[in-house]
């Protein structure tokens, strides 16, 4: 049993460029959501879904972008890259509205 | 609005006990959980309470909600070296969850 499976683990971009940060759970949950940890800022909500096609900003949003084709995957794009998204991803995926989240084990984003 | 607080650093000897206080702003939430992350792992669920509980034992963990207060606590009984990691207390907001900032957890031996 996978849970919920974020690759890369580790990834380095130049400022500017662009990437991918894939996301998958083979729990069917219905709910998806991408947040940025940043030391002593807790984790900081960017996008979330509660279903196949259906997408919602979260608090900090700007700089990403995401789409939800499938139940399993919810990848997280960066479409420009800068220093200040810098910080470690996680992809988190519960059953409903309120239960338990489960957490992938991050990615580690520098951007120089 | 939503807003959940925590302090940032807690250091207890082995053996005793630790509480982790929280506050949170939305009177709505219907969960409050805690959740705690290893160094370079993500985050585990430790437990959570549903807002029409005052208190919830599990082992050595101990929730308390005050809804008068908005005010949350983890007590972890006979703390051990493995205990040691972040800790963090989260409310239901709607389909989001909201997180507070994080209380890092030092046991000495």
């Known amino acids: 049993n996978a849970g919920v499976t974020q690759t890369p683990k580790f990834q380095v971009l130049k400022t500017g460029q662009s990437m991918t940060l894939q996301c998958a759970q083979d729990m069917n949950h219905e709910y998806m959501s991408w947040y940025r940890q940043d030391p002593g800022m807790g984790l900081r909500l960017i996008h979330y879904s509660v279903g196949a096609g259906i997408t919602d900003q979260g608090e900090v949003p700007n700089g990403y972008n995401v789409s939800r084709s499938t139940t399993e995957d919810f990848p997280l794009r960066l479409l420009s890259a800068a220093p200040s998204q810098t910080s470690v991803y996680f992809c988190?995926?519960?059953?409903?509205?309120?239960?338990?989240?489960?957490f992938g084990q991050g990615t580690r984003l520098t951007v120089v | 609005g939503e807003d959940v607080e925590q302090s940032l650093f807690l250091s207890v000897r082995e053996g005793d006990s630790s509480v982790i206080n929280c506050t949170y702003t939305d009177s709505s939430s219907t969960y409050l959980y805690w959740y705690k992350q290893e160094p370079g792992a993500g985050l585990q669920l430790l437990t959570y309470?549903?807002?029409?509980?005052d208190m919830k034992q599990d082992q050595r963990l101990t929730v308390l909600l005050n809804k008068k207060d908005k005010h949350l606590s983890l007590r972890i009984a006979d703390t051990q070296t493995g205990d040691s990691a972040i800790y963090f207390c989260a409310e239901s907001h709607g389909n989001k969850l909201v997180f507070g900032a994080g209380t890092i957890l030092r046991v000495k031996s």
């Open positions: 988190a995926s519960s059953r409903d509205r309120g239960t338990e989240a489960f």
């Open positions: 309470i549903f807002s029409n509980m």
